[in-house]
């Protein structure tokens, strides 16, 4: 999303070109703001609210604080049709979907584990019957004989450590891939512990079939407590749940992998066998870097558990253990239920007429072109003041960028895109070349150009073509493919959308009656009045982007 890497530079580099407007929305009284309807839209909808309708909710309590503050609005969404310099893009999201897939299966089995451990630990009494006391034995010698790959024990955590860390653990960290993959589809726990449901998604097409986990989880039994008359059958489950976690460590240890996130450009050209190989690696998908640390933690609950537990008693600390990593793997099942649950169609619908019953129009461009760019060239067009988004491909249009409006708390960031190219000493075409050299959603990066560098050869050289003629990276990327990708990127920064009628950018009134009928319709009236705080819609990292880092 946007010039990977753009704005941590400008702020190392150039800080005053971020400006910080402490005063927010009441520094803008009187001006117009484009506002990138489609991103703000996914924001809302993953945001970690209970409404089912938290998308149309938002949208009404940001319209109403732009009219409160006398700020005219238009949105706009991204058209039907999407530029072909997008293609690889949107395959790139579309693995990570399936990668994401992956990781919520493998989530809601671990969550399903934990929830019939901690059942069974609660209702512990003792192990008196002579079968109860083997099937004990067999569980420890289990534990002190099996020993984690060797990738997964550096820094193992203490129980202490681990219930102290909480939740909290695990909510914001970046999912990228470790280098681990998750063992492969098709391996089920014991019969005591049926797995969720298991699917393999060998086409797109079968992805996007499946809406959400729920699709997964809804077929994942209630934890289940074994009577307490019962002892063996209590050790006896709790030894097949141990079995379980065995199961679901991966398979191929040590398997290094790009991250999903990472656009650059091999350093050496990849040949189609190191394509084909690289597909087949990511067929066990990797774990994300909150996942592979759970691994580490449930390692230490089975090792206390096998260590510390007496005949007649479970210490209380194995169970708060537990119950820790229990709520850990609820808060990342969460996440990926709502990861893999993204907006529909109905979602936008719903969004622009809560947003035209509030009098702000709807608009979206004719043709291949995104929401972000035509709301640039209704500001360069001199139909509106500023850009809304995070987006930061609209500096390179060279429009002024309003970052944080969905934030009620922290300071509104206003970036010009002429400033930026001003202060760096570029010219147009050089500033969209320097663009490109830093990765964007239409165009890779070259391994091992960053931002400075990426800035010292476009000064020098003038060109990317320039830059592969002179520099030692040219007989690092394979030249005719890049710069074809090149110059349909350069194609779509130096074009601005068509305008639209612009009787459709007229402000209108906001319709009372229209408005109590949708909150009505979905359940919201009573929280209308309700004051929240924007900044969740953006504090879970739920794309596996990270805003701050364009």
Known sequence: MGVHGLTPFLQKTCPEVLKQLPERLSAFSGKRIVIDGTLITQRFHFAPMPQRHRHVLAWYRLASHLRNNNIQAVCVFDGRERSLAKER??????????LTMARGEFEAERLDRLQRLTSLLRTWD???????KKEFATLKQSVENWKLPS????????????VAAGASAVVGVPVTLACMAVRGAGKPLEPSSPPSQTITYDSAGELEAVSSLEDITNNTPSPTVVDSEHTEDRVAS??????GYRRSIPQLESISLASSADTSLPVVPASAVAEDELEAAKADYALSKSQHGLLREEATLWTELAESVRADKVPESVTHLAQALETKSSVLSESYMRRTHPPTTETYEESKAILKAMGIPCVQPSGPYEAEALAASLVLHGHADYVASEDTDVLIYGAPLLRNLASKDGPLVLISGAEVRTVLQLDPARFIDFALLLGTDFSQRIKNIGPTRALKYIRQHGSIEHILEHEKYAAHVVQELYLEQVELARDV????????????????????????DILDRYGLRRFGADEWDYSQALSGNYFADNPSAT
């Open 151 to 162: 990738g997964l024990t550096s820094g193992l955590a203490t129980a202490k450590d681990v």
């Open 493 to 516: 920064f130096q074009t601005l959308p068509p305008l639209p009628d612009l009787s459709l950018l007229e402000q209108g009134e906001v319709d009372e009656d229209a408005v109590c």
């Open 89 to 98: 893009e949107i395959e790139r999201r579309r693995k990570d979907r399936k």
């Open 238 to 243: 709790v030894t097949q749940l141990y079995d």
């Open 126 to 132: 003792s192990v008196e019957t002579d079968e109860g």
